[in-house]
Nanobody, 118 residues
């Protein structure tokens, strides 16, 4: 059974850091691209980062460049989203997805709340 589960969300103060994890099971992590998405209240979901199956990171939102990093640990079947210098506007539900490339996603996690207080 293919599954993606996010963990590590929570409440953090503005300027702080948080690392959220996407733990996968039921498939070989190295064969898939993993994307991170977020959806803030009242806004549409946006893709913020992706790491390809060849470990190339791709950024889709300018505001996270230099602050967010995506990495893969295949031994732990986990992809991490490291978020630094967090801002209140980063508050959202963050979810991960897997697919054959960074434009096609087939499997989704349920998401996890990240709240940044001012």
């Amino acid at each position: 059974q293919l599954q993606l589960v996010e963990s590590g969300g929570g409440l953090v103060q503005s300027g702080g850091s948080l690392r959220v994890s996407c733990i996968v099971s039921g498939f070989t992590l190295d064969s898939y691209a993993i994307g991170w998405f977020r959806q803030a209240p009242g806004r549409v979901r946006e893709e913020i980062l992706c790491i390809s199956s060849s470990d190339s990171p791709m950024y889709y939102v300018d505001s996270v460049k230099g602050r967010f990093t995506i990495t893969r640990n295949s031994a732990k079947n986990t992809v991490y989203l490291q978020m630094n210098s967090l801002r209140p506007e980063d508050t959202a539900v963050y979810s991960c997805a897997a697919g054959p490339d960074c434009h096609t996603y087939e499997y989704w996690g349920r998401g996890i709340q990240v709240t940044v207080s001012s």
